[in-house]
């Protein structure tokens, strides 16, 4: 078997191509593990979220009921609106 030019040329070739389709199936596959760790983080932030709201709530319930009135009761309102909307999604 005598190795020429065109042989080199074509083992170059089949070389380079199979490097490039690894290197998609890689950088797909390095994609994905982004994107599931971005779900993971958003859900770990909704959650905060979530407790953080609960909080607040909580923080005005107890100014209504020390007597402020006006803005709290709005204030109080609006997030039992927003949490009611989205415990039925």
């Known amino acids: 078997m005598e190795i020429t030019s065109d042989t080199v040329i074509t ?3 089949i070389i380079a191509a199979l490097g490039v389709i690894f290197g998609v199936i890689f950088a797909v596959y390095r994609w994905y593990l982004k994107q599931e760790k ?7 932030i909704k959650d905060e979220q979530s407790i953080l709201t609960c909080g607040v709530l909580a923080c005005l319930k107890g100014l209504k009921e020390q007597g402020c009135d ?3 009761t709005e204030a109080i309102i609006q997030i039992e609106k927003h949490l009611n909307k989205q415990a039925h999604k």
């Open 11 to 13: 083992a170059a070739a």
């Open 38 to 44: 971005q779900d993971k983080d958003i859900a770990e």
């Open 70 to 72: 006006g803005p709290v």
